[in-house]
């Protein structure tokens, strides 16, 4: 009963903001890897932004340093994802991961089934 669920995307001018919600349930959540990625029309799924399961590292994409800031929250079991200074290059389907490398065979590896964001004048 793994359950993943994006929310908050939509349509935004260029310059302005978003923050996005994904909200787990049906696993350990503060065990797991939380990414963003992105995947616009043609292109490949792109990993935007993750956070460690502790909260103590992240990393972005080069595209999105200085605009874009992931967070978790374990006790609600959410994690947002803050867009700043949106682009039209920012337009995708934003898709929540979470991942735990359980041995060296298995991982777990769920994936929500994303929310759009259309960044258009």
């Known amino acids: 009963q793994v359950q993943i669920v994006e929310s908050g995307g939509g349509l935004v001018q260029p310059g302005g903001s978003l923050r996005l919600s994904c909200a787990a349930s049906g696993f350990t959540f503060n065990n797991y890897r939380l990414s963003w990625y992105r995947q616009a029309p043609g292109k490949e799924r792109e990993l935007v932004a993750r956070?460690?399961?502790?909260?103590?590292?992240?990393n972005y994409a080069d595209s999105v340093k200085g605009r874009f800031t992931i967070s978790r929250d374990n006790v609600k079991n959410l994690v947002y994802l803050q867009m700043n200074s949106l682009k039209p290059e920012d337009t995708a389907v934003y898709f929540c991961?979470?991942?735990?490398?359980?041995?060296?065979?298995?991982?777990?590896?769920?994936w929500g089934q994303g929310t759009q964001v259309t960044v258009s004048s």
């Open positions: 956070i460690t399961s502790a909260g103590d590292s992240t």
């Open positions: 991961n979470a991942m735990r490398r359980v041995d060296w065979h298995t991982s777990n590896d769920y």
